[in-house]
């Protein structure tokens, strides 16, 4: 059975960083990060293909995020900086683990989240 556990959320002032952590339980393809906020439908964050090249961002994130990952460690990163109070919500790792699809959707798996939370 497939299985994404996220770590690294938490409480953070406006302007801090954090960095989430998504430990895969088998070999992964396309890996990415989802939010959502209370009241508010999940939407994308990121996305990075296996082979790290191809990577996609949600304009809301732009040059504050990064997506990486390790695939020796079966792990995908969001490096979060000046994070916002907007960017409060559970954070939801996804991936395949087969070959295709669209990094901002067509995911098979998904974690169970981690909260981020961003005070002003």
């Known amino acids: 059975q497939v299985q994404l556990v996220e770590s690294g959320g938490g409480l953070v002032q406006a302007g801090g960083s954090l960095r989430l952590s998504c430990v895969a339980s088998?070999?992964?393809?396309?890996s990415g990060w989802f939010r959502q906020a209370p009241g508010k439908e999940r939407e994308f964050v990121a996305g990075?293909?296996?082979?790290?090249?191809?990577?996609y961002y949600a304009d809301s994130v732009k040059g504050r995020f990064a997506i990486s990952r390790d695939n020796a460690k079966n792990t995908v990163y969001l490096q979060m900086n000046s994070l916002k109070p907007e960017d409060t919500a559970v954070y939801y790792c996804?991936?395949?683990?087969?070959?295709?699809?669209?990094?901002?959707?067509?995911?098979?798996?998904w974690g169970q989240g981690t909260q981020v939370t961003v005070s002003s």
């Open positions: 996804a991936a395949r683990t087969v070959p295709g699809g669209a990094l901002s959707g067509s995911y098979d798996y």
């Open positions: 088998v070999r992964t393809f396309n």
């Open positions: 990075i293909s296996r082979n790290g090249i191809i990577i």
